[in-house]
């Protein structure tokens, strides 16, 4: 799972507040009509189950066991189905119960349909889209679960569910880092939760108010996000929730280590390791060794700061956490080169490699399994309705010679349909194979060029460094401006390279990207980006997106250069049948001389074509 399971949390590398806590449907026992006998303990154990999820999992799972025992033993379904929707979301907080979990929610939809109960139906399937979004393989399907729900919730008008699928489609876009996407249903899903005055609504304000303060770390927006997360925090003290709490500080810790404010950060990781080691969550405490061990190296603590490491990786291994142990790889790699201890580095560098082809080849071999999945369920529905007809066609040769023609006819043309339903299926085995072979090999070339020819930019820089600190010679200056343009040109190659399509989401996230990094070199021009799109989200050719990004970097490079003014704008706008990308600024301009000698420099030839 991408999301922590306990309340919420979403590792990109801050946590969040993803994963919400609406974990049974009926907040108050009487909300549930039912003239069974067991239905007043039946639904105290699940208001029990609820609350024991925040501080005793094992003890809220057998509640709810316990719940679906009694249920059951009532053979009153709607006692059934709240019983499995609860004992469901209750186990998709452990990656363990995980599978058993999904399965539980399906059965309680399936009842809810029956009973024609929408606004159950509706939670359930939100909860079963939030679950399906982790993966790439179903993702798709996810999607299709939570807007099926917003559907359902908008039309009873019920704001608790409204609330709810908000919540969890924010967390479905912030899978896909469609952070944009995902502040925007955060917000939507807070809007609604502020006209909540119980406990329980502010604590679920709390929630969507850290998710938005997640998409705005991954949008580098990281002042709004220290004072976002600051905001969780006094919320938290104020409810008493431990959970709640340490989340905030380890979000805080993380902010400060990626502002560079490693004393304050190793300070916050320090005072919450505490409370994370009171809550027994094992992520979390993962996290805050990964914080320590990075600001200790970056203070040159090298014994504090390996040391921390070493404990993230034992814990890593020991709960099989692959993202971690690809994280803290990254990190000694980081720091062994900083420190030219190239032997280490290179031994870091491997096992962060292998890792993170590893969870590469994991994520694939879910998409060719389940499409192997559709393939024999179809073999499988078509056998049968093959031996269907076969049995009607017996029964028809008592009575009339002609039906017997028509039947076999029946029956070949299902053989026929049954072959190319095969081909088809294979055809597309074949595609995917071939697409997973070419991207492979890009993957390789990528690698590539960003081990060799990075590498040797790299230490090009290194050596200029060195050379500058005998000699403030403007050559070397020279080169080494030069050096990080061609490692930043190449960032943005491998940035094409690795993906065959985009959205403008994603060109969007780039020019912003683009324009913070001249913002961190103080200059004295103010940049103003406007992005609209009244359409559907839509993929577009990595050429398409690659031309549009290449042209505004080249705008942005000439204004800065060339224009005199003091003023920037970029806008990026899509309609029905158009992309519109305009670059403007309030300098001296140039004239369009009709020979078109503007044109003679490579750049504006370039954008041009």
Known sequence: MKLLCFAFALLAPVIGLGKDTYLCPHDNAESVQTDAPYS????????????????????????????????????????????????????????????????????ALEIFKELKDNINVSLTLATLGEMYSYTDSTYNDGINYLYESIRIAEETNDKVAMARVYNNLGVAFANKENWSKAIEYFNKSYQINVLNKTIDGEKKQVIDIGNIGVGLVALNMLDSAYRTFELTLSLANKLKNERLKALSLV??????????????????????????????????????????????????????????????????????????????????????????????ALEALELFKQINDSLKSVREAELITRIESEYQAEIKDNFIEKLSAENEVKEIQKNNVLIISISILIIALSAIFVYVKRQKYKNK???????????????????????????????????????????????????????????????????????????LEDLEQRINNLIWQYRKIDLPFNFLFNFSNDQPSQSFNALIIGNLYKITQEALHNSLKHSGGDTIKVLLSKTKNMILLSILDNGKGFTVNSNGNNYAQYGLQNMKW
């Open 40 to 107: 007043v303990e039946v639904n105290q154990l699940i208001n029990k189950a609820k609350n024991l999820i925040d501080s005793d999992f094992n003890l809220a799972l057998a509640t709810a066991k316990e719940a679906l025992r009694i249920a059951t033993k009532s053979n009153d379904h709607n006692l059934i189905a709240i019983s499995f929707q609860c004992l469901g979301e209750i186990e998709t907080f452990s990656e363990e119960h995980e599978a058993s979990g999904i399965q539980h929610l399906h059965q």
């Open 251 to 344: 979000n805080i810790a993380s902010v400060h280590e990626k502002r560079e404010e490693y004393i304050d950060a190793i300070r916050v990781a320090h005072s919450a390791i505490p409370i994370v080691e009171k809550i027994d969550h094992m992520t979390m405490l993962n996290l805050l060794y990964i914080y320590l061990g990075r600001s200790y190296l970056a203070l040159d603590n090298k014994e504090r700061g390996n040391e921390y490491l070493n404990k993230a990786l034992n814990m890593a291994l020991q709960i099989g956490d692959k993202s971690t142990q690809r994280d803290v790889y990254e990190a000694k790699y980081k720091f062994y080169s900083s420190t030219k201890n190239f032997k280490k």
């Open 429 to 503: 085995l074949s595609k995917l194979s071939q697409e997973l072979e070419l991207k492979t090999q890009r993957d390789k070339i990528a690698r590539n060029l960003h081990d060799g020819l990075g590498g040797q930019l790299s230490s090009i820089i290194i050596c200029v460094n060195k050379e500058l600190n005998k000699t403030n010679s403007s050559n070397l200056l020279e080169i080494e401006s030069m050096a990080n343009r061609a490692i930043s040109e190449l960032r943005d190659a491998l940035w094409e390279m690795n993906n065959t399509n985009f959205t």
